[in-house]
């Protein structure tokens, strides 16, 4: 059963850079075949996705965070990480790491629980 | 960038069905996923490309997509399936992950 598990701090000043990382258990990012995604949720409202990486460190960022978010992989640990810099209280959200097969049309098979990030003075 | 549309809520009685929809430009063309939602859990897979159900997932659940619009049907709905549901697109043209702005169904 795959799990993955997200963590860092759950506050962070404006302007800094918030970092997560999600620790996948279960499964091998370097074996490939699924993209390792990043999706927050700001409270009270619906998904946002923020970027995914592949084991081989291609990335694919939205375009509205992509001048802000960096996504790395560490396969030696099987985990991949989210650092989205110059932050303000708008990237107050709940972060989730997820993992999605590439396919045609991939899907988010698995989630992490998901961690509240508050950007606060 | 791609747009997907729901409805904000859906109420139904215990029993009865509930249909969900999500509206897009030609959405018929996309594979469609479906999200369920409780409050304070992550996100749950419910339905995927289109109408398959992942392990696990009840055949109370079954979707359809066809036109400009995708539908995700509850039948005899439960207690248990109060909660917020999406709708994701992958467009390969824009924004690759898409999804719908989420529908509270609501269990009377």
């Known amino acids: 059963q795959v799990q993955l598990q997200e963590s860092g701090p759950g506050l962070v000043k404006p302007s800094q850079t918030l970092s997560l990382t999600c620790t996948v258990s279960g499964g091998s990012i370097s074996s490939g075949g699924y993209y390792w995604s990043w999706i927050r949720q700001h409270p009270g409202k619906g998904l946002e996705w923020i970027g995914y990486?592949?084991?081989?460190?291609?990335?694919y960022y939205n375009p509205s965070l992509k001048s802000r978010v960096t996504i790395s992989v560490d396969t030696s640990k099987n985990q991949f990480s989210l650092k989205l810099s110059s932050v303000t209280a708008a990237d107050t959200a709940v972060y989730y790491c997820?993992?999605?097969?590439?396919?045609?049309?991939?899907?988010?098979?698995?989630w992490g629980q998901g961690t509240l990030v508050t950007v606060s003075s | 960038s791609y747009v997907l549309t729901q409805p904000p809520s859906v109420s139904v009685a215990p029993g009865q069905t509930a249909r969900i929809t999500c509206g897009g430009n030609?959405?018929?063309?996309?594979?469609v996923h479906w999200y369920q939602q409780k409050p304070g859990q992550a996100p749950v897979l419910v339905v995927y490309?289109?109408?398959d159900r992942p392990s696990g997932i009840p055949e109370r659940f079954s979707g359809s997509n066809s036109g400009n619009t995708a539908t995700l049907t509850i039948s005899r709905v439960e207690a248990g399936d109060e909660a917020d549901y999406y709708c994701?697109?992958?467009?390969?043209?824009?924004?690759?992950?898409?999804f719908g702005g989420g529908t509270k169904l609501t269990v009377l």
């Open positions: 990486i592949y084991y081989s460190g291609s990335t």
């Open positions: 030609n959405i018929g063309s996309k594979s």
């Open positions: 997820a993992r999605a097969l590439v396919v045609v049309s991939p899907s988010f098979d698995y």
């Open positions: 994701q697109v992958w467009d390969s043209s824009s924004d690759p992950v898409v």
């Open positions: 490309d289109d109408s």
